[in-house]
């Protein structure tokens, strides 16, 4: 027999729409994150027990700062630019545990917040109408409100949301019915040069400032950071977290972001404090916390139903074939699979610039015995150091199906290696011992010491041919004159041939251009890139290359070509370049040839 609702059950009032939402996540009918989560049963859990730590829940209050957006703002960009403001569904919590829950003295309960999403989610605006509504729409005489970022640019982003929802309709009002013009607001500045929001009734204001910018005195009422992760020190965030602190009544920091990757540190660093709080491993009342990731289960790739846990605004004001069209780019692109899953789905990658899927450039990884590869057609890329630098020796090995297998042998002078550890922090002396670096005597690396490399070589396997960098070109061919190893260059398939080894020049950056005579570096990271996505090439697993691929970075110019810089890096990548360019030579030749392209 089905039991009877009581009628206690049957009166109850539905509930307000901040903690509906809340139960509406935790009972799954809304898809979220484990992250959000345990933001929802947070705020369940604290009506039940948040009063016997003198936390008290408003619905009013949270429904006032609810309704203040669509009675006061409209959209000002997108498919629904002129529509009222109202919030979407994670906003909507937001504000409403932002503004509804309070203490026993009648303050607002949250001094924090920290909002963490895919792109796109509209951060930005929600935070530029909660400074409207704190700067002129709270009370508050003589509130100050600050947007802060990395950079002034960045801060401005968030400031101009806010300039154009002051010079937005106002939704069921007249035509050109704005905050400006009915004169609540005085904007400094014109279009795009505005610079200050004056509420001049309450004496209070809202301006954008960089990372490194100061003020007199301030006396925020609120302090919004945006893109928390593009932050390089925690300095500011400290400095307007200090100030926050001492002011008296509520104030509120508010910090939006991306999620960081691990080497964004001050980003990491605060995103783990949070989810500590939201997890309850950390006790603290006074933060709010929203992290909206997909799951570590989810395979985000193959699986557009776990998109919304990252990006709540999919599918309402976000489209979901902008995301259809950034994962099909990262299937096919190595290097962009990366920043999609952190960008798009909030997986905290290695690096915010790593050039190439992690998981992908792992299982690439594996034995290659040079031994077994005689007999197979083989070429080198040659990446020397200026002086004490790594230098790189790269061997390409093509199977008779057409699979590439590579190694790649280091150089590095012994003297002052124990210095050049800590500048690089790379456990040079280890690797020497292991014999996975070669320690040369001296305090630079004699080119002898690589041809006699290269020599040995030539002389086991079945060479076809070296890439070189022009710079190293003449060093090298002396070395080799010294040692009586002869070396011709490469000119074009036209042009004679010489005798013993031959070299191919590589152009390394932006000035280099691909032709009959040389390679180019945005050809070659392209065919390495397609060899890893297809599973066409093995790399012997060596701690020193999966270091240089750690701090490979891709820079892209004007048309699009992608290559490796050395000064973007976050520390050496020679080895990367040697593979790179070694690879470049094998793949501009037929698979399992006869003779070589360049050979022809």
Not at 137 to 152: H, L
Not at 245 to 269: C, F, I, Y
């Amino acid at each position: 027999m089905p039991r009877q609702r009581t009628a206690t059950s049957a009166s109850a009032p539905p509930p307000d729409p901040t903690t509906a939402w809340a139960q509406d996540v935790v009972s799954g009918k809304i898809i979220a994150g484990e992250l959000v989560r345990f933001a929802a049963e947070r705020h369940l859990r604290d009506l039940r027990d948040g009063p016997s730590r003198g936390l008290v829940w408003r619905p009013d209050l949270a429904d006032r700062a609810i309704g203040f957006f669509p009675a006061v703002f409209t959209i000002t960009a997108g498919a629904k630019a002129g529509q009222p403001f109202d919030l979407l569904p994670w906003h909507l919590f937001t504000v409403g545990s932002l503004f509804g829950w309070r203490r026993t003295d009648g303050l607002r309960r949250y001094r924090t917040a920290w909002l963490e999403t895919g792109k796109g989610q509209a951060k930005s605006p929600l935070m530029a109408g909660v400074g409207i509504l704190m700067m002129g729409y709270s009370g508050i005489e003589r509130s100050e409100v600050y947007a802060i970022a990395g950079s002034k640019d960045q801060a401005n982003v968030l400031f101009k949301d806010a300039v154009a929802m002051c010079r937005g309709q106002i939704p069921g009002e007249e035509p050109g019915d704005t905050l400006e013009a009915r004169g609540e607001v005085v904007i400094r500045g014109t279009g795009d040069m505005a610079w200050k929001i004056e509420h001049q009734e309450s004496q209070s204001k809202f301006q954008a400032l960089a990372d490194g910018d100061s003020v007199s005195g301030p006396r925020p009422s609120a302090v919004l950071g945006d893109e928390i992760h593009e932050f390089k020190s925690a300095e500011a965030i400290e400095l307007w977290s200090a100030a926050i602190t001492k002011m008296p009544g509520d104030p509120l920091m508010m910090l939006g972001t991306n999620t960081p990757a691990a080497d964004q540190l001050v980003g990491t660093e605060y995103s783990e404090l949070y989810q500590n709080v939201v997890k309850g491993h950390f006790k603290d009342d006074t933060s709010f916390v929203f992290i909206a990731r997909t799951d570590p289960s989810d395979d985000p790739f193959e699986d557009e139903s776990c998109w919304v846990k990252s990006l709540p605004a999919l599918g309402i004001t976000y489209p979901i074939d902008n995301v259809r069209n950034e994962v099909a780019k990262a299937r096919g692109l190595a290097s962009k699979a990366l920043s999609v899953k952190r960008l798009f789905f909030g997986v905290p990658v290695g690096s915010s610039e790593y050039w190439i899927d992690e998981d992908l450039w792992d299982s690439t990884l594996g034995e290659v015995d040079e031994d077994e590869m005689q007999g197979m057609p083989c070429w080198l890329g040659l990446d020397p150091s200026q002086r004490n630098d790594l230098t790189a020796l790269a061997k390409v090995w093509r199977g008779a199906t057409g699979h590439l297998y590579a190694r790649i042998s280091y150089w590095k002078p012994r003297e002052g290696m124990a210095d050049a550890e800590a500048k690089d922090k790379a456990p040079y002396l280890q690797w020497s011992e292991e014999k996975l670096l070669n320690a040369v005597p001296g305090r630079t690396i004699g080119m002898s010491f690589v041809v006699a490399e290269v020599e040995r070589t030539v002389a086991e396997q079945r060479v076809e041919a070296m890439a070189f960098d022009l710079a190293h070109f003449q060093t090298f061919r002396d070395a080799a004159s010294e040692a009586g190893f002869a070396t011709w260059e490469f000119q074009g398939p036209k042009e004679p041939e010489g005798s013993g080894l031959k070299m191919i020049r590589h152009a390394q950056g932006q000035r280099g251009l691909h032709s009959e005579k040389q390679l180019w570096m945005p050809r070659s990271v392209q065919a390495l890139e397609d060899l890893i996505l297809a599973k066409g090439i093995t790399i012997h697993d060596s701690a020193v290359t999966r270091w240089c691929s750690g701090n490979a970075t891709l820079v892209l110019d004007g048309q699009g070509n992608r290559f490796f810089d050395k000064k973007r890096s976050r520390g050496r990548i020679d080895g990367m370049v040697a593979l790179a360019m070694a690879v470049g030579a094998a793949s501009s030749v037929a698979p399992a040839p006869a003779r070589s392209f360049w050979q022809a």
